[in-house]
């Protein structure tokens, strides 16, 4: 691993970003504005902050700031790291932090959506006991993304309805639970019925009474307490379907 300061200028900056930023992550149009109302008010500041480039070559950090020499057609006098291991990509911390979520998206054509990353997250969270981060991201992207489309199908008639749209994750997490347990006919049933009890009074006792608790149990939880119940109460919901159908009463916390 090396280190020099180089002058780069617009024409160098253009190039490394074409030929060398292929394995980054997506450019930030908000980081990007920022940076360059902050130079257009107080000029370049040489303020050591370094480009830092791979084992092979790869840009892994300062893709923004060669985004706004290149815009603005300045010429700078940087910190240049080169060398550095390809697994520092997850842990380097410029101005703004790396997330699972770019983790995940390093390199690829068409990104991974937040929802899709965000229901993986869940799912670990509730079933496997552990916290999505850069380092096993992928690993569980990876191990899950099979199931991801039929994830997005299942859960589509809960989650578009307004009652339920930001609990969405732990409704994805829930048909991504039932699909490893091969329980998804089931589980589609259950995300539909309880969307279609939410206007429909006449809805069968299992499914009207997962509304109704719901009514008069969560609204005032704080959020996270608030999205752990919802995803118990779905696979309660579940395992009591499974036994005994949708005639039962719906008894969770009883």
């Known amino acids: 691993m090396k280190a020099q300061v180089k002058t780069i200028t617009p024409e160098i900056a253009a190039n490394i970003l074409k030929e060398q930023n292929d394995m980054n992550r997506a450019i930030s ?37 060669l985004v706004v020499i290149k815009e603005l057609g300045i010429t700078a006098n940087i910190v240049v790291v080169e060398g550095v291991a390809d697994s520092s990509f997850s842990v ?70 307004d009652a339920w749209s930001t609990q969405r994750k732990e409704i994805r997490a829930f048909c991504l639970r039932a699909i490893k347990e091969g329980r998804i006919q089931e589980a589609a049933l259950i995300v539909e019925s ?9 809805a069968g006792p299992l499914f009207r009474g997962f509304v109704e608790y719901w009514n008069e149990h969560c609204p005032h939880l ?29 008894k969770y916390g009883v």
Not at 37 to 47: A, Q, R, S, T, V
Not at 195 to 202: S, V
Not at 233 to 246: E, F, P, Q
């Open 29 to 65: 149009p908000a980081q990007i504005k920022a940076l360059t109302n902050n130079i257009l008010e107080n000029g370049w500041i040489e303020d050591g902050q370094p480009v830092v480039f791979n084992e092979h070559g790869h840009l892994l950090e300062g893709q923004h700031r």
């Open 92 to 161: 380097l911390h410029g101005a703004k932090p790396r997330t699972p979520i770019d983790v995940i998206n390093r390199g690829r054509d068409t990104p991974v959506s937040r929802d899709d990353v965000a229901c993986i997250g869940s799912y670990v969270k509730r079933e496997l006991g552990d916290k999505l981060s850069n380092s096993n991201a992928l690993f569980y992207y990876e191990r899950f993304r099979g199931s991801l489309p039929l994830v997005n199908e299942m859960s589509d008639p809960m989650i578009s309805c």
């Open 194 to 202: 309880i969307e279609q009890a939410w206007a429909d009074e006449t």
């Open 222 to 250: 704080a959020n996270e307490t608030k999205l752990k119940r919802l995803y118990d109460m779905l696979c309660y919901t579940l395992d009591v379907y499974c036994a005994k159908g949708d005639r039962i009463a719906f």
